[in-house]
Structures are given as structure tokens and as C-alpha cells.
């Protein structure tokens, strides 16, 4: 008798995130759709992050735990990629949490449609007062302003929301067909940060059929000691230029894909620029030569200025 598998599978990477975990596993597990797998990778945690998800996959048969040695978000996604079993696939962060409705809804809408993939949108909170006022760039940013209704090919969609301003990057706001991404070949790049933004565009691009659910499904946590919020690093600018790379890569293998619509640039928000973590925007195609000059991509060996006068 074939195995029954169930219908969407969870991603959740775990990492020293004890603080917040269990309001993430009670938001999944009490999605409406029953049929599912949580999946939490375990990235080598140090806090009480591995213990939480013991219990909870002893209590719960739906939650499969890994266990793996630290080597970042990327490693973990690929982790949970590796051994998800669902017909979708959705990504969660582990100090952020999920619509109840979300998966059956977006489900429903992939299978009603043939979809590759389903977007939505997502609401911002903050863990502090601090935290808004510092970071209020985030308030209502995923949030999207224009209407997409209909299924499209995503090249086209892309277009429409680089139009917009509302091309956001973060693979937690679609649900994905897994076949599309094994057919895809799709996977992260492991060694950076910023990965979604190669992910995304990639799937995005690589997408026959795509439709939008104006709801915010999704729920997002500004906090301090993020990714988000962290400030301007080495990581963060290397991160961006390895993605601009691979971007420029898959433009070039892609058929059709190097028109106007479609630069590498878009790929990174509404302007091509990268945010420096603490609502500043960063110029992708120069960097400061730390005097106030700015220097060409070439004349700085291909990297920018970290904001301490290294230059990466």
C-alpha cells in the first residue's frame, strides 16, 4: 500500500530561538489544515531551542525534527527540503508565525488553479516600542498596494510588482508546489545571508503559474539581534553580491528572462538597493571609498564598504 503523504510541508530553521518558539509550533500546529508535516531543523542550537522541539515532536506526530550541526538559515531550508514529503511546501521562520487559515486556503487555491506557486502578504509587529520607532520603515511594508488578481506567468507578475513597489523577497510569503522546485532545481545558497533574495527571484521567474491572495496571512516580528535589524556587516554586503552574482547567472541561462522587466536589480526591492539593516538604503552598483568619494564597482575590487573602512 503506497504511503500517504500529506499535503503541505513546513520548514521551520531553528536557532537559539527559545524565546519565541512555542508561540510558532502552536500557530502551526493549530493551522486548519490538519493534513501537514512541520518540519524543524535544528541548526545546531545552544540554547533550550532543541528541547522545546523534543516535546513537541513528542506530543505531536506531525512534527519531524533534524538535528544538524550549525551552518545557517540556507543549510537549514536545504535540510527540510531534503526530507519534505508534502504536495506544497511553505517556509516559517521560528520567531514568527502563521495565519490559522493559511495553508488550507492556499492549497485550495493551488490545486483549484494548477498554480506553481501562491503569494500573500503579511503584517509586521514589533517586540517593543523602540523597536517601531527605530525600524517603522517595516510598519505596512509587506502589506502590497496594487491589485494582482488572476493567474499569471510569474515573469509577467514580476513586472507588475516591480511596477508597484511591491516586490518583496521573503520565500515565507508564498506557498510553493514541490514538484516546481524539484523540477526547478531550486535550492538556497548556503554560506550567506540574504538568501531569499536568489530564491525568489529565481522561483518567481521559473514560475508558469502564479496567483496572489490579497490577505496578510503571514506574520512577521521586528526584533532586536535579527537579520532584519542586525546593522551593516561584512555578511550583509557579501550576501547581496553573491545574490546579484547568481541573479546575473540565471538571467544568463534563462530564455527570455534578460528583458527590462526582469534586471537582476529589481530583484533586490523596489530600487536594486539593499538595506543596510537600519532603515538606510545602500547603493548596490558603487561603494564609499571611505572619504566621501564614491568609487565604481572595479575600482573597489568588487566589494563595498562595510561602514568601518574595510572594504569586502
Given at each position: 500500500m503506497a504511503e500517504r503523504l500529506p499535503k503541505a510541508s513546513v520548514i521551520i530553521p531553528v536557532y537559539n530561538a527559545e524565546r519565541y518558539l512555542e508561540e510558532c509550533l502552536d500557530g502551526v500546529l493549530g493551522q486548519t489544515l490538519r493534513d501537514i508535516e512541520v518540519i524543524c531543523v535544528n541548526d545546531g542550537s545552544t540554547d533550550g531551542s532543541r528541547s522545546i522541539l523534543a516535546r513537541y515532536a513528542r506530543a505531536d506526530s506531525r512534527v519531524v525534527l533534524i538535528d544538524k550541526e550549525n551552518g545557517g538559515q540556507s543549510s537549514a531550508r536545504n535540510a527540510g527540503l531534503g526530507v519534505a514529503r508534502g504536495s506544497y511546501v511553505s517556509f516559517l521562520d521560528s520567531d514568527d508565525y502563521q495565519a490559522p487559515e493559511l495553508l488550507e486556503l492556499c492549497c485550495a487555491k493551488a490545486e483549484e488553479s494548477s498554480l506553481d506557486l501562491v503569494f500573500f502578504d503579511a503584517r509586521t509587529f514589533f517586540e517593543s516600542d523602540e523597536m517601531r520607532e527605530a525600524f517603522a520603515v517595516y510598519d505596512g511594508l509587506y502589506l502590497r498596494k496594487g491589485s494582482y488578481e488572476g493567474v499569471r506567468d510569474g515573469r509577467t507578475l514580476f513586472g507588475e510588482l516591480r511596477a508597484q513597489g511591491d516586490y518583496r523577497e521573503s520565500v515565507c510569503l508564498s506557498l510553493y508546489r514541490r514538484g516546481f522546485l524539484t523540477e526547478q532545481g531550486l535550492r538556497f545558497i548556503e554560506g550567506i545571508i540574504h538568501e531569499d533574495d536568489v530564491?525568489?527571484?529565481?522561483?518567481?521567474?521559473?514560475?508558469?503559474?502564479?496567483?496572489?491572495?490579497?490577505?496578510?496571512?503571514?506574520?512577521?516580528?521586528?526584533?532586536?539581534?535579527?537579520?532584519?535589524?542586525?546593522?551593516?556587516?561584512?555578511a550583509k554586503f557579501w550576501g547581496k553580491a553573491i545574490g546579484q552574482l547568481a541573479l546575473l547567472d540565471f538571467l544568463a541561462r534563462k530564455p527570455g528572462a534578460s528583458d527590462p522587466a526582469t534586471a537582476p536589480a529589481a530583484a533586490t526591492g523596489d530600487s536594486g538597493d539593499c538595506d543596510g539593516g537600519d532603515g538606510t538604503v545602500l547603493s548596490q552598483p558603487a561603494c564609499d571609498g571611505g572619504d566621501g568619494t564614491v568609487l565604481s564597482q572595479p575600482a573597489c575590487d568588487g566589494g563595498c564598504d562595510s561602514g568601518d573602512g574595510t572594504v569586502l
Open positions: 530564491f525568489t527571484f529565481s522561483a518567481l521567474l521559473g514560475a508558469q503559474r502564479v496567483q496572489h491572495i490579497p490577505r496578510a496571512l503571514y506574520h512577521r516580528r521586528i526584533r532586536s539581534d535579527s537579520t532584519v535589524t542586525a546593522p551593516r556587516s561584512r
